[in-house]
């Protein structure tokens, strides 16, 4: 059991179990009791602040706890954690608030997922009624950030679940964001010699690296380059420098100790990555990424969806079905997850031709970044409003003079519907690396069988 000894407001003994074999945990709606944020608001923010606005160990609850939620609802939720220490700046507020992911999915019968404001908190009822609470959450916040890092000296957590309450987190946490994003898109690839990797979500992705430079955020949104400096400087076992080494392909973004750096942290799993292009080598991702940018090989173009849009894309799949298939920490060619301020990096899939190539997205993606997509470009991107299939993106891009390729297009669309997609669509085509064997890793895993049997044919000569 935890020990919550210190920590104000949760003196009784914690009813679950708390340890890293949790974070894999999965929870379906039907065995959760509540839902916090997804449908709901759901937001975090963690701050750096002075020693005197901290009272040490505290959890403050402002609404309702799960005693007085009705099973089976959504609730808005807002948590924010005042951390303290004298070896502590600014910068590294980004990397401990991406630790509140891993932190609280540590939690038995708890199940955490995305960051910043498209938080989704899943509790199972088992938990609840063991006596789980939301100060308990809190409370082993507070203690697995004290006992990893140890430049913090003081934490405090607010949790809220009155819409009202979190409304007015969300709207200052965005405001942080914000600023935080436009410090670091002052930065240029150019002007470092070193990246930083993140290994961070390598329990749910066993091969992901993370790459981060000043032009590329991480997946998850969460962690800029100057984020990254500020962890390594801490002790931040995840995160570690990645010398850029000699370029070997600038406009695709290659770089020697990129490569090195990947190989090393994969094992291998993957040897060569391109920065800034879609194809044959893209950034993996794992399942935290805010954003899928994907090939539509009938229109020679890309779409982009973010986690936050639930409807389908042109080819009948929603974000969450990509991301099952591709969140795997493999790469996939003509697929790769971004952080969102990656769209509006300067070198956004430069090697591809960046945004002349992008022919969808969701309305409310394309209007929140109006001021970063090339005028010439908006009017002639389609969103879910414009094109729900295939044949109405081609109809909608032809009408706009986009240069679709005949032959491309009379190549790859087919007759055949795959039974998940609904009429008029397909599935897309994920060009993945073909590999004769097949490598399997368990990190922090624990496997029981009664029984295994592992068969395989015998290799051909053809």
Known sequence: MLNLEGVRGAEMEFPVDVDVIYEGERISRDEAFVELGGKSTGVELLRVTLPEYIEDGTV?????????????????FGLFVKITGERLEEDVEG?????????????????????RDKVLIRVGKNAVEKGLTLKHIGAALIQLLKKEYKAIEKAEVEIFTQGEEVEKLLAQAREVYRSRDEKAAKLKDEEVDVFYGCAMCQNHAANHVCIISPSRISGCGVISWLEARAAAKIGEGAIFEVPKGSIIDENKGEFEGVNKAVTD????????????????????????????????????GFGIVDSSFKGKTPFGMSFSTLMKQIGNGAQHSGFTGVGLAYLRS????????????????????????????????YDR????????DLKALENFLRARGYPIPQDRVEKHISTEKPEEAPPGQRQPIVHAPTRRHVKLTFINSEIRFKKLIITGEKEKNI
């Not at 899939?349 to 010439?376: C, F, N, T, Y």
């Open 60 to 76: 403050k609850l402002k609404g309702a706890d799960f005693s007085e939620m009705e099973a089976g609802k959504s609730y808005p």
């Open 381 to 388: 991107i389609a969103t879910e409003k414009d094109a729900c």
């Open 95 to 115: 990397v401990l608030e991406r630790r509140i992911h891993e932190f609280i999915s540590y939690i038995q019968g708890v199940v955490h997922r995305n960051s």
């Open 265 to 300: 942290k994969s094992r291998g799993a993957t040897t060569k990555v391109y920065l800034h292009s879609l194809f044959d080598y893209p950034h993996t991702q794992c399942s935290c990424t805010q954003a899928i940018i994907f090939y539509i090989p009938e229109v020679d």
């Open 346 to 377: 300067p070198k956004f899939l430069q090697g591809d031709g960046g945004w002349s190539r992008v022919v969808w997205m969701p309305s409310h993606l394309k209007s929140d970044l109006r001021d970063a997509i090339p005028p010439e470009v």
